[in-house]
């Protein structure tokens, strides 16, 4: 019976323990090298994305808002974006910041999750276009002569290699347990000194191993 209850204690620690942490070993090793690949294999994107729908959303309503300040009716605005208006521009904007280029550059350039969720504010090309077409179909409201050039895609370019003073070690990870039968959460700190995470990765079993399925940032 004690063999037995050895045997299992050994495979739920093979399981939950070294399992989950050989697959984030390799995920960091393909953000700090660029591997665009190995990132996509050890995220699972279409999960991550649900998981940054609130984020997004609060985002992309208080760009809503700075899009038709001092404009009269605005409130009329948000009342015209329907059920399903609202989650085409979320998805619009997850599907333009969430790739795997763009997490390897976010963290290469030393910017978190945090940054890229907020920059849905600052609006890219597709989400703009859409929340400025929105503006002048209900009010005629024109879009300032001044505005500058949308940037282009985050993807646009070729992902750069992350410097080694970026590189995440233990000292960044500042909490851990279980998120469920076949989950286990970290919190992260960009900054190793830090005395608290702002960022929660799940990582669950997905049938063939272990995969980050979902990514809050303290917002």
Known sequence: MRLISALLIVLA????????????????????????????RGIDFPSVRQSLRPAATAAIEQN????????????LLIEKMSKDTLPKLVETSLDTILTPQAIIRMHA??????????????????????VGGLV????????AADAPPASPPADAAAAPIVPE?????????????????????LGLARDAA????????????????WRVTGLVPRI
């Open 194 to 209: 830090a005395t608290g995470p702002d960022l929660t990765a799940t990582m669950s079993f997905t049938g063939t191993g």
């Open 13 to 40: 620690g093979l399981f939950y323990v070294a399992w989950p942490a050989w697959s984030a070993y390799q995920l960091k090793l393909a953000l700090e090298s660029g591997d665009v690949a190995g990132v996509e």
């Open 136 to 143: 002048r179909d209900l009010f005629g409201k024109k879009p």
């Open 64 to 75: 809503l808002k700075e899009a038709t300040k001092g404009t009269p009716g605005s409130d």
């Open 109 to 130: 350039e030393g910017k978190s999750l945090r940054d890229l969720i907020k920059s849905v504010k600052a609006g890219g090309p597709d989400l703009m276009g859409q």
């Open 165 to 185: 003073s970026r590189r995440l070690g233990l000292g960044n990870i500042k909490s851990a347990g279980f998120d469920g039968p076949t989950s286990i959460y």
